[in-house]
């Protein structure tokens, strides 16, 4: 599975960003999958999952009630929408496929990654 990530941008505290994954391969609704961001000087940290239906999302703390995560299985794609965005959510975002964990360890395939910059 090749993951290919996209939507990043500059954007002003209190405003929303819609990351995008796509997939190639006809495996990718064979995984769960995630996101993950890492800031400069900072591990890479968990941010969202899904399984692999999209049945179940499970978020960090830090994010939860002002992120979503989706996935659309025909179209090998998975979204994160990131509302009342704060300066502390920027970072490089990734999207990853592997297991159903917020363990980066259990990620398998990886995309490039996208920035995400939040002014004060």
């Known amino acids: 599975v090749q993951l290919q990530a996209s939507g990043g941008g500059l954007v002003q505290a209190g405003g929303s960003l819609r990351l995008s994954c796509a997939a190639s391969?006809?495996?990718?609704?064979?995984?769960?999958m995630g996101w993950f961001r890492q800031a400069p000087g900072k591990e890479r940290e968990f941010v969202a999952g899904?399984?692999?239906?999209?049945?179940?999302?499970y978020y960090a703390e830090s994010v939860k009630g002002r992120f979503t995560i989706s996935r659309d299985n025909a179209k090998n794609t998975m979204y994160l929408q990131m509302n009342s965005l704060k300066p502390e959510d920027t970072a490089v975002y990734y999207c990853?496929?592997?297991?159903?964990?917020?363990?980066?360890?259990?990620?398998?395939?990886w995309g490039q990654g996208t920035q995400v910059t939040v002014s004060s």
């Open positions: 990853a496929a592997g297991s159903y964990s917020s363990n980066v360890r259990e990620y398998i395939y």
């Open positions: 899904i399984t692999s239906s999209g049945g179940t999302t």
């Open positions: 391969g006809r495996t990718f609704s064979r995984y769960a």
